[in-house]
């Protein structure tokens, strides 16, 4: 087994040891609940339309969450330092705190399924959105989650490392809505860097290149700065 899966296997372990895992997962559940059953009930409409709409800000929180003692613990703890003598590269070491945290968002992603399922069950299900609503939320919350990876590998302090990820997070989210009021000719920029716009292509079920080249990129560049992060410790 490669080393970023076996620190990915050790870091599940660490958070369902702990109650931060069931914490997260219950309160993103009873949140994400209220708002969809709450919506059903108000407005009578089965669908996954406006779940999907909160999606992008509860992941500004979740990510944070998630992620903030990853790199942060183990550098104040002074566990990282065992952790990269032994025969595993700095990138395996971020990879696999990135592979455990989004087994957490995959998770609390399966609790929704319900929502899905109540859909179903109401009247018919669009497959198209359902099916690319998820894939983008597969997606929006690696984007997040390397973003808290990164964050967490910059600092010694947890609480930093969260309010750092909500900041990046929020920024890239913020460029959404505020696309319409900036000149003409920087809206395509700021639209193409709006965490959110991607998103909502995807969710209407249309699976556009760009929209995966920016969260592929978007997580790429993440974890890259937090693996040169772990290494400039070499050059101190």
Request: proline share 4%.
């Amino acid at each position: 087994m490669s080393p970023a899966l076996v620190i990915s296997r050790r870091e599940l372990r660490t958070y369902f040891n702990s109650p931060v895992a069931y914490i997260v997962v219950t309160v993103f559940a009873m949140i994400t609940g209220y708002l969809f059953f709450t919506q059903l009930f108000m407005e009578q409409q089965a669908e996954l339309r406006g779940f999907f709409g909160v999606m992008p800000v509860l992941f500004m929180f979740l990510g944070p969450a998630l992620t903030m003692r990853l790199l942060a613990d183990e550098k104040s703890s002074g566990t990282l330092e065992l952790l990269i003598t032994m025969p595993v590269r700095d990138w395996e070491v971020v990879l696999g705190k990135f592979l455990a945290a989004m087994g957490l968002v995959c998770a609390a992603l399966g609790l929704t399924l319900v929502f899905a399922i109540t859909v179903r069950t109401l009247g018919p299900l669009d497959r198209g959105p359902a099916i690319g609503g998820y894939l983008g939320l597969l997606l929006m919350g690696g984007a997040y989650v390397a973003i808290g990876v990164m964050c967490s590998a910059f600092t010694r302090n947890s609480i930093v490392a969260f309010i750092a990820a909500f900041a990046i997070s929020f920024a890239l989210y913020l460029f959404g809505p505020i696309v319409q009021f900036v000149p003409q000719g920087l809206q395509p920029l700021i639209s193409f860097l709006s965490v959110s716009t991607h998103f909502e292509n995807i969710s209407r079920g249309v699976i556009d290149t760009r929209d995966l080249i920016y969260y592929g990129s978007l997580i790429g560049v993440s974890l890259l700065f937090a693996t040169v992060s772990l290494e400039s410790r070499r050059w101190r």
